[in-house]
């Protein structure tokens, strides 16, 4: 386990464990959640969109959306992974 960035042990330059680009990613992740799971924010008929029910396709709807949350999520840890690596000198994690 390494030294906390503000260690005075820890290597100059490092970063520390929570970026703002992880909390981001986490709250990306988290927002398809969230809203699937409020079940009462969605449970109703109408408004009716080509006869399917309001509770039918607002979780449809959530497909495509989810996987554009979840691909955000992805970029910014890959960022802060290269914003890592490059702050180790190009070595490991």
């Given at each position: 386990?390494?030294?906390?960035?503000?260690?005075?042990?820890?290597?100059?330059?490092?970063?520390?464990?929570?970026?703002?680009?992880?909390?981001?990613?986490?709250?990306?992740?988290?927002?398809?959640?969230?809203?699937?799971?409020?079940?009462?924010?969605?449970?109703?008929?109408?408004?009716?969109?080509?006869?399917?029910?309001?509770?039918?396709?607002?979780?449809?709807?959530?497909?495509?959306?989810?996987?554009?949350?979840?691909?955000?999520?992805?970029?910014?840890?890959?960022?802060?992974?290269?914003?890592?690596?490059?702050?180790?000198?190009?070595k490991g994690r």
């Amino acid at each position: 386990m390494s030294p906390a960035p503000d260690s005075p042990s820890a290597p100059p330059g490092a970063l520390p464990a929570v970026t703002t680009a992880r909390v981001l990613a986490g709250l990306a992740l988290a927002v398809p959640v969230v809203a699937l799971l409020w079940v009462s924010s969605y449970s109703r008929m109408t408004p009716k969109l080509a006869g399917m029910p309001f509770f039918y396709w607002y979780q449809i709807l959530w497909i495509p959306v989810s996987s554009i949350f979840t691909v955000a999520a992805y970029l910014l840890l890959n960022h802060d992974a290269r914003q890592r690596r490059a702050a180790n000198g190009g070595k490991g994690r």
